[in-house]
């Protein structure tokens, strides 16, 4: 399965920081894109922004196309953080991603995401990906039960330079973890990404957020600025 996150060239990338979107200052059924904290790129489907039970969700529209890429404007570039989101999904061979240290100049970045094999079977992965959107396995872990119309939340955890620590956790527990001595990818942006094979899935994404972890600790009061230097 080949999931397509194509870079371009942002303009204007300013320092990190944290950032989080529930979606709930949208008005259905705008797309995602259409926010100055998202750019949506080109040739790929849409996330578009629907209400459910008087909350405010982005649900998959793929528009003919196979996959879909988002970049995360919000927080910007940052080198060690978490990005975490709540997804849902209802169908099969497709998987649900969350980007990270994606470089606007080599295209490349490191992927969390979580695929359902055979209901109620599925698998967490953490991969790198390349500037043609094709990815390499870093690791990947069974994950059970894995049911459709049922809300998770994915969280992927990367820290480090040399070598880069990546973590995966399903609704708090840790379901897959690894450490890249190769790819050594640098500070970079985020994003949700997703793809599919067969049958067009219904893919969705709430409480979306980058918790950056430079900005997290010297950005509060003196005690915590403090607290670096021991």
Not at 92 to 101: F, K, M, P, Q, T
Request: hydrophobic share 40%; aromatic share 12%; net charge negative.
């Amino acid at each position: 399965m080949k999931m397509i996150l194509m870079l371009c060239i942002v303009p204007g990338i300013l320092a990190a920081a944290s950032f989080s979107d529930d979606f709930e200052s949208y008005i259905p059924p705008i797309d995602l894109g259409n926010s100055v904290s998202w750019l949506h790129l080109p040739g790929t489907g849409n996330l578009l922004v629907t209400e459910e039970s008087g909350n405010n969700i982005v649900e998959t529209v793929w528009n003919g196309y196979n996959a879909f890429a988002y970049l995360c404007l919000g927080s910007v570039t940052w080198l060690d953080g978490e990005i975490s989101s709540d997804v849902r999904f209802n169908g099969d061979s497709l998987i649900i991603g969350l980007a990270s240290r994606l470089d606007v100049s080599t295209g490349e970045g490191y992927l969390g995401g979580i695929y359902p094999l055979f209901i109620p079977f599925g698998a967490t992965v953490i991969a790198q990906i390349d500037s043609n959107g094709n990815y390499t396995i870093l690791t990947s872990d069974l994950f059970f039960p894995m049911e459709e119309d049922t809300w998770y939340n994915i969280s992927f955890q990367v820290t480090g330079t040399d070598p880069v620590n990546l973590q995966l956790s399903i609704d708090g527990t840790v379901n897959s973890s690894c450490t890249d001595y190769t790819y050594l990818i640098g500070e970079g942006l985020s994003g949700l990404g997703g793809s599919f094979e067969s049958s067009e899935p219904v893919l969705c994404y709430d409480n979306f957020s980058v918790v950056d972890y430079a900005s997290a600790l010297t950005s509060g009061t003196f005690g915590e600025i403090k607290a670096i230097f021991r």
